[in-house]
């Protein structure tokens, strides 16, 4: 299992690789190239309907695995939320993520959208690869939870929905329900590295709350 995995992760990096190579500078700090991320971003949401709910159908050669977790924080929800939310407040606290393009945030009734572009970069061989996950993400602050839908290269594609729960004597309970879809050969590498970061980043958070830090 193992063995499959490193191949899984080699193969992963080295296609994102020579798709970067193509797609232009490798710097995910090149601000000129924000408008094309946003057209890549609308490509891919035309492409993929990343947003799609529906389980994969039987005989496509894609898998669907669901999971949950969950952090308890010393810390009141109402101050929780918008800390924990805000995804540039997770650059730093993932040791990949260099940058969060926002491409379009609005509101409609009482839910906020914010139409994303998480930027990683990810040391492999040598060199440094750049890994752009595409996001929509669907705020509800009155109701204390956020979705969000993204597809990333080799076509993996996650639902989340994280929910926030106040608890006596200030402290909030923040459950992550993760959905992750890929091919067949790919699920579960995608979906235990997905749990893994997700964890890390929960930890993470949950320390630069309590500290006061976010």
């Given amino acids: 299992m193992k063995k499959l995995a490193r191949r899984a992760a080699a193969q992963t990096l080295a296609a994102a690789f020579l798709l970067t190579a193509f797609a232009g500078p490798a710097r995910a700090d090149a601000r000129d190239a924000d408008a094309a991320i946003a057209q890549e971003w609308q490509t891919t949401w035309d492409t993929y309907h990343f947003s799609d709910t529906t389980p994969p159908a039987e005989g496509s050669g894609r898998s669907r695995v669901t999971t949950s977790i969950s952090v308890e924080i010393n810390a009141p929800a109402a101050r929780v939320f918008p800390a924990y939310s805000n995804f540039n407040n997770h650059i730093g606290m993932n040791p990949f993520l260099r940058r969060v393009v926002t491409h379009k945030d609005w509101r409609s009734a009482w839910t906020r959208y914010v139409n994303l572009t998480a930027i990683e970069?990810?040391?492999?061989?040598?060199?440094?690869?750049?890994?752009?996950?595409?996001?929509?993400?669907?705020?509800h602050e009155n109701e204390l939870y956020y979705e969000t839908d993204s597809w990333s290269?080799?076509?993996?594609?996650?639902?989340?929905?994280?929910?926030?729960?106040?608890?006596?004597?200030?402290?909030?309970?923040?459950?992550?329900?993760?959905?992750?879809?890929?091919?067949?050969?790919m699920i579960d590498f995608a979906a235990t590295n997905g749990v893994a970061a997700h964890q890390q980043l929960q930890g993470a958070l949950k320390q630069a709350i309590e500290s006061g830090a976010l």
């Fill in 153 to 185: 290269f080799p076509g993996v594609v996650t639902h989340q929905k994280i929910v926030f729960t106040p608890l006596k004597g200030g402290k909030t309970q923040v459950t992550e329900r993760l959905t992750f879809e890929a091919d067949n050969d």
């Fill in 121 to 139: 970069e990810i040391p492999y061989e040598g060199t440094v690869v750049v890994s752009k996950t595409h996001a929509q993400q669907r705020l």
